[in-house]
């Protein structure tokens, strides 16, 4: 069934902006620091975070990366605070990555499109976790080339656990979606490796696909798979062309694999679906 958008005024829109860009700011938090905590997990202390003996989401308070200096409220507040300081700290003027802003603009962005598609009810606080954790493991993955497991395997739990109830499609479609979808990059991996000798991709992109799965349903896939492929060729033949890519790098798949389903997420309730079922 399609949704009916529902009417927002100006005043939902703000506050829903805001929000957004809030959680921006959190979700910014997490791609910086998690990778980092799970360094420091693995006794890696190359980390220039080594300087504190406690690090995780909570402490120590928002700082500088480069010169530690903990953060004013002013400087805390999405988007607003990166323009005013025009991406550079005002201690130590290294510059600040435009991912801060970038992260807040999206998930602002992303936040009001699916609360405006979904409406206000309980499959929308879903669906808005699920959409959350796809944009911070896309930049994990784009910064780091890893999926963390502390964030796609909880994915995958309270998506199957969502479709209990078939929140957003039927339980056997979810179990069947996890278990393709990561059953298929599998194949993939396994045949590339024989083949070509060499590994390309990581079984982080398996459990990210079989959590896509477990939330979309195994319908979703086909498209998610052809979009995410599709995407992720378009950039590396358009980066070897203008030589910001060199033969032989490696290219994170999760961010073109976390936008496919993303799109699909969106486009699914307002018409793809009987696009991917007729097609
Ligand atoms: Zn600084």
Redesign the pocket.
């Known amino acids: 069934m399609i949704p009916q958008p529902i009417f927002l005024n100006e005043w939902a829109v703000t506050i829903i902006l805001i929000l957004g860009a809030s959680v921006g700011s959190f979700l910014n938090l997490v791609i910086y620091r998690l990778p980092v905590i799970l360094r420091r997990q693995n006794h890696d202390m190359t980390s220039p975070d080594i300087k504190w003996s406690r690090f995780n989401l909570a402490i120590p308070r928002s700082h ?1 990366i ?2 530690k ?1 903990n953060l004013t409220f002013l400087e805390l507040i999405p988007i607003l605070s990166w323009l005013a300081i025009k991406g550079k ?1 005002k ?2 003027q ?1 510059k600040i990555s435009p991912r801060y802003p970038l992260v807040e603009i999206l998930t602002a962005l992303l936040t009001l499109s699916i609360i405006y598609i979904f409406g206000i009810q309980l499959k929308t606080g879903a669906i808005l976790i699920f959409s959350w954790s796809l944009l911070a493991l896309a930049f994990i993955d784009w910064e780091t080339k890893f999926l963390p497991d502390q964030i796609t395997l909880p994915l995958l739990w309270i998506g199957l656990l969502t479709n209990v109830a078939g929140t957003i499609t039927s339980l056997p479609s979810a179990v069947i979606g996890a278990i393709l979808g990561y059953g298929f990059l599998w194949l993939i991996y396994w045949l590339y490796k024989i083949i070509v000798k060499t590994e390309g991709m990581g079984y982080g992109d398996f459990k990210l696909l079989a959590a896509i799965g477990a939330w979309l349903g195994w319908q979703a896939l086909p498209i998610t798979i052809l979009l995410s492929a599709t995407s992720a060729l378009l950039f590396a033949i358009i980066g070897l062309i203008r030589g910001t890519i060199n033969r032989g790098d490696s290219i994170p798949y999760g961010p073109f694999l976390a936008f496919s389903a993303l799109i699909c997420l969106v486009g699914y309730d307002i018409g793809l679906k009987e696009l991917i079922l007729i097609g």
């Open positions: 500088c480069a010169c200096r700290c201690s130590c290294c």
